[in-house]
C-alpha cells in the first residue's frame, strides 16, 4: 500500500496565503511518487471554523487532484464540526458507523488495509469511540493503520502538549498496543513531521501542515511561533516489511 499524507489545511484561516502555495505543489509532487499513490489522507484541521462554506472549498481544491485518480479521505480535528463535515462533503468520509458515538468515525478497507478514521476534534476520544475502535482491530483481516488528528504522544512542543493533548492518549495507546495487526498511527495537529514508536514497535506519525510550521523550539514555556520552514508530504509505503515514511518538500 502506498498513501499520501498530509495535515492541517485550516482553510478559511489567516494562513491560506501559505496553504494556496502549497496546495500548487501537490498535484506534481503527487505525480512524482511511482507508484503513484490512489489515497491521500487529510488528518484534521481541515477548516479553521468548521463551517459549511470552509468544507466546499477545501472540496473544491481536492477536485484539482481528480485528474490524477487521487482519491481523499479526512478525519475531523479541533478546528471542525465533525456533523458539519459529514453533512457537507461526506463522500470525504469512509463508510460512518453509528456504533463509534461519532457523525465522522469511519472505516474503509485500501488494498488490504484496514484504515480506521477517527473523530478527536473534542480534545478526547471518549470510551464508545475506543471501544468500537478495538472491535474494529480485533476484526480486521490484515494490517490496519489508525487515523487521527492529536497525536498520541508528547511532541515536546510546550504549548501543543499543555493546552491541545489528546486527553485520553493513554487509553488510546492501550487499545492498540493490544492489536499486533496495527501497522501505524497517522496524526497532525502539531503541524511538523513528527516520528516516534508505541512499546517500540508501532509507528507514531504526525504530518507537516499545508498551512503553517512552527519553530522547532523544544524549551518549557515557550509558545508556538511560526516558522519559514516549507510545507510537505508525507508518501507512506506498507507492505511485509512495515511502515516506512517517505518525507516530501512542498514549496511554491
Known sequence: MILAHASDPHVGSIHDDELLRAWRSLPAALDGVRPRPGLLLLTGDLTD????????????????????????????GN?????????????????????????????????GVTLAGLDS??????????EWLDGVLATAPGPALVALHHPPFPT?????????????AARLRAVVARHPAVAGILCGHDHRHIATLLDGRVPMVSAPALSWRPRLDLRPGEP?????????????????????????????
Open 49 to 76: 471554523h468548521g463551517t459549511a462554506p470552509e468544507y466546499r472549498r477545501l472540496d473544491d481544491l481536492l477536485s484539482g487532484l481528480e485528474g490524477l485518480g487521487v482519491r481523499c479521505r479526512v478525519v475531523a
Open 121 to 130: 476534534s473534542s480534545g478526547t476520544l471518549g470510551p464508545v469511540q475506543l
Open 156 to 168: 515536546g512542543l510546550d504549548q501543543l502538549d499543555t493546552e491541545w493533548p489528546l486527553a485520553d
Open 79 to 111: 478546528h471542525d464540526d465533525p456533523a458539519v463535515l459529514r453533512e457537507t462533503v461526506p463522500h470525504l468520509l469512509g463508510a460512518v458507523d453509528p456504533a463509534a458515538g461519532s457523525p465522522a468515525a469511519w472505516t474503509e478497507v485500501v488494498d
Open 224 to 252: 508556538l511561533t511560526p516558522s519559514r520552514e516549507p510545507a510537505g508530504l508525507l508518501v507512506h509505503v506498507l507492505d511485509e516489511v512495515g511502515l516506512r515514511t517517505h518525507h516530501l518538500s512542498l514549496s511554491a
